[in-house]
């Protein structure tokens, strides 16, 4: 095969790609090498002849199998971490996960009629003072509150 590096250029122009995904049909490689207008390597990429290979990307395959390791635990290690325990999770974070999940309950509690509106709401107050480290600690209270009403 002689140097076909003109038209190779030329085909990129034509499909607008790089150099290097042109592929020229090796059967064809004499009709390619007698096309030295542009006009010539379009009808040739109509026929077939040049063709733009498809771009390469970067596989999620071993990011999904990573991902799926560490929803168990695994590779989450003392070697692996980065930071304090405050950064992977702030505290913030974590006070909302845990007052939402106290306040939803809160208020099944009140519409299911296990709380009336003013004990929800002398709950709610001590929630957002931060009396209750979770949803268990605030139900045992609940019951004591209760217990004491009685």
């Known amino acids: 095969m002689s140097n076909l590096s003109n038209q190779k250029r ?8 790089g150099v290097n995904r042109v592929w020229f049909d090796p059967e064809r490689a004499t009709d390619v090498e007698g096309a030295i207008s542009r006009d010539d390597l379009r009808t040739l990429i109509k026929e077939g002849v040049i063709r733009a290979r498809p771009k390469t990307g970067v596989s999620r395959g071993r990011a999904r199998e990573r991902d799926a390791k560490r929803s168990y635990g695994h590779r989450r290690g003392p070697g692996k ?55 268990a600690h605030m139900k045992s209270q609940v019951e004591i509150l209760q217990g004491k009403g009685k």
């Open 81 to 135: 971490r980065r930071g304090a325990a405050g950064a992977r999770r702030p505290s913030k974070t974590q006070w909302i996960q845990r007052i939402r999940a106290i306040r939803k309950t809160m208020r099944a509690l009140r519409e299911e009629g296990k709380i009336d509106p003013h004990l929800y709401r002398i709950l709610y107050r001590k929630a957002a003072g931060g009396q209750f480290r979770s949803v």
């Open 10 to 17: 030329l085909a990129a122009s034509v499909l607008s790609c």
